[in-house]
């Protein structure tokens, strides 16, 4: 890179002349770097939520998911339901996909259920 200097009244600021090579390989070290950030911070949030559930003593039950068939979905009928999941009008399994954040959230499931009891949202 070649510098240059301008100088303003109080401030001065320096001029980068970068090729393209060197700018692709500067947004490919910031792009590194950004991303090791999000792993660093998911990384934090998982901790504190196995820090928070070995408190509470839970346990999770969910599969890794190298554990399930690749072609799990042609194996399948699923049949969709629409109604309240507390109050179920037939018998099966309900398959619902939630975030690992580890908070309780709003809407949906999470409404459903601490409407029967505020016990999971203390988990």
């Known amino acids: 890179p070649v510098e240059s200097s301008t100088s303003s009244s109080v401030r001065s600021r320096k001029t980068v002349f970068m090729s393209e090579q060197e700018m692709k390989e500067k947004e490919n070290i910031l792009q590194k770097e ?37 072609n799990l979905s042609s194996t399948l009928d699923l049949e969709y339901v629409v109604g309240d999941v507390t109050l179920p009008d037939k018998e099966g399994v309900i398959i619902h996909c939630t975030d690992t954040s580890g908070e309780w959230g709003k809407g949906g499931l999470f409404t459903a259920l601490t409407k029967l009891s505020q016990n999971p949202r203390n988990c």
Do not use: I
């Open 34 to 70: 950004h991303l090791a950030a999000l792993e660093l911070r998911k990384a934090k949030r998982e901790a504190k939520s196995k820090e928070k559930w070995e408190e509470l003593g839970y346990v999770s039950k969910a599969l890794p998911a190298s554990v399930l068939p690749g």
